[in-house]
């Protein structure tokens, strides 16, 4: 089931040359975020990007990062990019309506900007959110395209002040909702996505707007998560510049590549100049404001039209989201040789790939076609058991929730939500027998015995 690193084949990129055509003058961009890993990698893609011209950048109160310390990780961030020229803003600390938040030590470490270490810049007090995207969107040569990748707190509260500024809009990209897919805030809440969530008002009223939005939620997210094989190749080219060696301190500091995150808002950058990678849409939706259900995307008749992101082509993301970071470098993306996945339905799940590896690091898939949430644990016998016993085990459980017997011990584990699919790092260094479960709830399941030596 572990597959070896060192195995993996490799595939490179090629061509011909494509005739000569003018280059178009690139799209006016102005952005909204939350300063999350994701948002880190989204900037820097965008401003790796010959074909986009980042115009400012608003740091939402609201979102995952608090400011003036979100402000001051984005100033440097934007230094070490090559562009400390561009105006930085402090978004509004609360919501438009309500008190949703996200958890204080998730802000604690995007404060922190998850490990990373940048450059100090000089301090600078941070101007207004709505003052900064204004001038941004004034300043652009043409109508610019907003892309909000946290909630929607900032952009409501522009159109509110000003509304004549949506004559400067050619359209909003945003990272947010779920329409057809289970939402991931957590019990309570099961259809809702953070950024909806946290501001329901904002998201409503943005959509209701009349600006053409398009909306990249978890539909689409859902498969592009964030796996160890573009990590490989940001070490093996993370010289190539900045915005590459960022992305991979990034990555490694916060331990992202090894699985349980997406690219949530790298895709969402990635619908406004390679809306190729992904596929859209035409739907009426609604945007739920009160009770346990606020900020749940609902399709409706009453609704109104928005382009929604319904899935994505994984590799051919993968593939422009590391030529933007490489800023146009030739590159080789790792592939597995003999992939491992682990696929789970309601009904059971079940398992592809090698049952005797070398002791070592490697990688597997989860792929999750149910509607339940799964988690699988990976972990080694002792005291002389077999698979034959731990089946068994299973057995005796029934319909009451997985405990590891004494024999079992856990090596490694994570969950994979309804119609998504995660890349796993594991470390199997000491010979011996091992064994895959996968658990939902009131059902148990011994997937597959991988024998170490």
């Known amino acids: ?162 509304p004549q500024v949506r004559s400067r809009i050619g359209a909003v990209v945003a990272m947010g909702g779920a329409v057809g897919v289970p939402g991931n805030v957590g019990p309570g809440h099961e259809r809702s996505e953070w950024n909806l969530w946290i501001d329901s008002v904002a998201a409503r009223e943005v959509l209701r707007s009349g600006l053409p939005v398009t909306l990249v939620g978890l539909d689409a997210t859902n498969d592009v998560p964030a796996t160890v094989y573009p990590w490989l190749a940001l070490r093996r080219y993370h010289y190539a510049g900045a915005p590459a060696t960022a992305a991979w301190d990034l990555m490694t500091a916060s331990g992202m590549y090894t699985g349980g995150q997406y690219f949530w808002d790298p895709l969402a950058a990635t619908a406004i100049v390679r809306p190729d990678v992904l596929r859209f849409a035409r739907k009426r939706i609604d945007v739920v404001t009160t009770g346990p259900d606020a900020g749940r995307v609902i399709e409706s008749a009453g609704g109104v039209a928005v382009r929604v992101a319904t899935g994505a082509n994984r590799s051919a993301f993968e593939r422009q989201f590391l030529d933007a970071l490489m800023r146009g470098g030739r590159i080789v993306i790792p592939n597995p040789g003999r992939q491992a996945v682990v696929r789970c339905a309601d009904s059971g799940c079940s398992y592809t790939g090698p049952r005797r590896t070398p002791p070592g690091q490697g990688g597997f898939d989860t792929v999750n076609d149910g509607a339940r949430s799964f988690t699988y644990m990976l972990g080694r016998l002792t005291e002389g058991r077999t698979v034959a016993d731990l089946r068994g085990y299973v057995r005796g459980l029934g319909a009451r929730p997985w405990r590891p017997p004494v024999w079992f011990s856990t090596q490694a584990s994570g969950a994979t939500p309804p119609h998504s699919s995660m890349t796993w790092m594991v470390s199997a260094n000491v010979p011996g027998d091992m064994a895959l479960v996968a658990t939902m709830p009131a059902q148990t399941q011994v997937v597959t015995a991988v024998a170490v030596g």
């Open 1 to 162: 089931m572990v597959v070896l690193l060192a195995g993996l084949v490799v595939a490179g990129c090629g061509g011909h040359a494509a005739p000569h055509r003018a280059a178009a003058p690139p799209t006016p961009v102005v952005v909204t975020t939350d300063m999350s890993t994701d948002d880190v990698l989204a900037l820097l893609y965008l401003l790796g990007r010959r074909d986009v011209d980042v115009r400012a950048v608003a740091v939402s109160g609201t979102g995952l990062a608090d400011c003036p310390a979100g402000a001051r990780n984005a100033r440097a961030l934007l230094a070490v990019a090559g562009r400390p020229d561009l105006p930085v803003g402090c978004g509004r600390a609360d919501p438009l309506a309500g008190a949703n938040a996200f958890p204080p030590e998730w802000r604690a470490r995007a404060d922190e900007l998850f490990g990373l270490d940048l450059p100090p810049v000089p301090r600078a007090a941070p101007r207004r959110a709505v003052d900064v995207l204004r001038d941004g969107l004034a300043a652009a040569d043409r109508r610019a395209t907003v892309l909000v990748l946290g909630p929607m707190t900032d952009l409501a509260q522009l159109l509110r002040a000003d």
